[in-house]
Structure formats: structure tokens, C-alpha cells
């Protein structure tokens, strides 16, 4: 099942429609419809997943809120069809980051590049790279990042796009990105 939409649940939806339509997003390209179903899936994972797992709750106290499943491949939230959003709790090596990985629609990363901005903005988040562009020994990657305070913690979202050195999806017929969220409360 699909997660539900946080548009027609949370203050955050309301703000974000509200944002998207009196806020430019000149670096981030043009407007873009947020709602569309990654989009939405990036939202609830931000949300119900990451910032509550951030914030010291359990994967068992976010799982069921937020549709978060879990199998022999990990935890994932359901998408459309048969894709999914795999995400990685914080824990280990990395207590203060939860990451996923999202696939889209190919060279359309838009809808989830303008969630995120106005997500950010709304966190009083600002940009700290955009389409940052790297190539790796298999891939090429293009990153955009923001960073700031929150609620006396330092917060920060990079969303890190991932394609072959010859600019084929790595993900079959659709693109992918990997989100990291970042929070460390003030010591």
C-alpha cells in the first residue's frame, strides 16, 4: 500500500502548497508539481521516518505510522507498482544520519528537487551546493544540499543523484537518488 500523502494531513503539507506557490525555485530550476508519488514517498520518509528516527524513536515506534515495511532486503516504504524507497536507519557508524534511495522517472528529478527546497526553506534550511557534479570509477553523480539550524540541533539534507559514466540510469528504467537527513542536537 501506498503511504499516504502529508498534503492533506500535516501543517508541514499545508505550508509547503502555500510556499510552492508565492516561492521561486530559480536555483533549483522551475516549479514543479511536489505532489507526485516519489515526491510524496521523499516527504513521509523525511517526516515520519528520518527526523523521528533522529530525533531517539525506535524503528518500531515509526514503522506502522509510516507504513515502514521490513524484509530480508531491509526497511522500505511501498511506492507505486513495484518500487520501493529503501531506507537505512540511523545506527552504527552513522547514529546522526538516515538515508534512502528513491528512483524516478528518468531526468525528472524536479518534483523531488522542489519538495526539498521548499522542505528546507520551511526548516530554515539553506543551500549549500547545487548540481554539484562528480565523477567516480562506475558513475557520475550530481548533488544538492542544504544545511542549517532546527530546533537547536544542526540539520542537513543532501539529495545525490546517480547515474553510468555514459548517462544511463542506474536503475533500470528509472532514475535514483540517495537522500541522507543529518541532525545533531546541540551538546
Not at 528520518?50 to 531491509?74: E, I, Y
Not at 538516515?98 to 522517472?105: D, E, H, L, M, R
Request: proline share 8%; glycine share 6%; charged share 20%.
Amino acid at each position: 500500500m501506498h503511504a499516504p500523502s502529508l498534503f492533506r494531513t500535516s501543517t508541514l503539507g499545508s505550508a509547503i502548497v502555500l510556499a510552492m506557490a508565492t516561492a521561486p525555485l530559480s536555483a533549483f530550476g522551475a516549479a514543479a508539481d511536489t505532489r507526485t508519488p516519489e515526491a510524496i514517498d521523499v516527504q513521509v520518509a523525511l517526516e515520519r521516518v528520518c527526523l523521528p528516527l533522529l530525533k531517539g524513536k525506535t524503528v518500531n515506534q515509526v514503522a506502522r505510522p509510516a507504513d515502514l515495511k521490513h524484509d530480508d532486503s531491509g526497511w522500505y516504504l511501498a511506492m507505486p507498482g513495484a518500487e520501493r524507497l529503501s531506507v537505512q536507519p540511523p545506527g552504527g557508524a552513522n547514529p546522526t544520519v538516515c538515508s534512502f534511495k528513491v528512483t524516478y522517472p528518468v531526468d525528472r528529478p524536479q518534483p523531488i528537487l522542489a519538495l526539498l527546497n521548499l522542505w528546507a526553506k520551511d526548516h530554515h534550511l539553506t543551500p549549500a551546493s547545487v548540481a554539484r557534479a562528480s565523477t567516480g570509477p562506475a558513475e557520475q553523480r550530481k548533488t544538492w544540499s542544504w544545511q542549517g539550524r532546527n530546533a537547536g540541533a544542526a540539520l542537513a539534507v543532501v539529495f545525490d543523484t546517480e547515474k553510468t559514466l555514459d548517462g544511463r540510469p542506474v536503475g533500470g528504467s528509472l532514475d535514483r537518488a540517495t537522500v541522507l537527513v543529518s541532525r545533531q542536537a546541540s551538546a
